[in-house]
């Protein structure tokens, strides 16, 4: 089944979870452990949403969140890059999302964090189904 997702993305926005190769796994294992050790976000937050919970207004998770997309390219200076988080898309995904993304475009909140938080939020209420976080 394809996810569509957070920070899948370091330098994918979506993939098939299952289908990861052996570096991109590592790679999103990593982006992973140093986010949450630089956050302190508790991990279970994101299994959480993962099995299907909306994404909860935590600061840690936020920033988690944040410092997931900066790492992997798709924010910067509190602005989302939607057109390079589509353009890291397949095609079938990106047939699927890429106007539910640009419609959400960057939701700016107080702070980078809460930016990167809120348009999550957005992506996560376009397609909840497919949604998730690494």
């Known amino acids: 089944m394809e996810k569509f997702g957070v920070a899948a993305i370091l330098a994918l926005v979506a ?8 570096e991109m796994a590592e790679l999103a294992k990593m982006l992973r452990e140093n ?3 630089e956050t302190g976000v508790d991990l279970g937050l994101v299994d959480k949403v993962n099995a299907g919970a909306d994404l909860m207004p935590d600061g840690k998770l936020k920033c988690y969140i944040k410092c997931i997309m900066e790492t992997a390219g798709m924010m910067s200076e509190g602005t989302i890059d939607v057109e390079a988080v589509i353009a890291l898309l397949p095609d079938d995904m ?4 890429e106007n539910s993304l ?3 475009g960057t939701k700016k909140g107080a702070d980078d964090c809460d930016t990167a938080f809120l348009t999550q939020v957005c ?3 376009a397609n909840k189904a497919d949604y998730f976080l690494i």
Do not use: I, P, T
């Open 15 to 22: 993939m098939q979870a299952c289908a990861l190769d052996d």
């Open 123 to 125: 992506w996560q209420k």
């Open 94 to 97: 990106r047939k699927k999302n």
């Open 102 to 104: 640009r419609g959400c």
């Open 35 to 37: 986010c949450a050790e």
